[in-house]
Nanobody
Framework: QVQLVESGGGLVQPGGSLRLSCAAS????????MRWYRQAPGKERELVAGIISIGITNYADSVKGRFTISRDNAKNTVYLQMNSLKPEDTAVYYCNADLESLVTGWGRRRVDYWGQGTQVTVSS
């Protein structure tokens, strides 16, 4: 099975920075894309940033110029550097991975996996 373990969340003042990490482990053959989503209280989960295997990235308009997604393929890890944080960035941030892995009873399968989420709070 595959696990996604996130870290790096916390409390930060407006204008501050945080760096989130998400490490994928398990019987992984290929990672096609890794993404960060977030969900604020009372709102739907939204895509924040994504990166595909060849390094192409995309961002939500609300974070362009402030957030940077990057990936260490050797470590199966994705990062989200968040700068100039605003109170409206407060949310639970979830890591998502689109990957091919060994699934018990099914063999090699392409599946979406999710991390457990990490809280980011931007407040003075």
């Amino acid at each position: 099975q595959v696990q996604l373990v996130e870290s790096g969340g916390g409390l930060v003042q407006p204008g501050g920075s945080l760096r989130l990490s998400c490490a994928a482990s398990g019987s992984i053959f290929t990672i096609y894309a890794m993404r960060w989503y977030r969900q604020a209280p009372g709102k739907e989960r939204e895509l924040v940033a994504g990166i595909i295997s060849i390094g192409i990235t995309n961002y939500a308009d609300s974070v362009k110029g402030r957030f940077t997604i990057s990936r260490d393929n050797a470590k199966n890890t994705v990062y989200l550097q968040m700068n100039s944080l605003k109170p409206e960035d407060t949310a639970v941030y979830y890591c998502n991975a689109d990957l091919e892995s060994l699934v018990t009873g099914w063999g090699r399968r392409r599946v979406d996996y999710w991390g457990q989420g990490t809280q980011v709070t931007v407040s003075s």
